[in-house]
């Protein structure tokens, strides 16, 4: 099964989402800024995603940086063109 995530990033925690091909919700939690925190909850389901789209204006390049490190394909979303 291919799983799909979204980051929602704001200046202190985020919004994660995991969905499925059928856009079922398997998680969702807003957590701290904190990147073990966010490699922790989106361990799981790592085998099976396809990407994850990182939503920010700013202060984005922490969390992208450290996802792809951990092996996730990221997906930097421009804000204002969606």
């Known amino acids: 099964m291919t799983l799909f995530c979204a980051i929602d990033l704001h200046s202190n925690n985020s919004v994660a989402v995991v969905l499925d091909e059928n856009d079922s919700v398997l998680y969702q939690e807003r957590l701290p800024n904190d990147l073990p925190t966010i490699e922790r909850a989106l ?3 790592q085998n099976d995603l396809y990407g994850v789209a990182v939503e920010s204006t700013f202060n984005w390049y922490w969390l992208v940086d450290g996802l792809q490190a951990a092996g996730h394909h990221v997906m930097l979303v421009n804000t204002h063109a969606v």
């Open 43 to 45: 361990q799981p389901f």
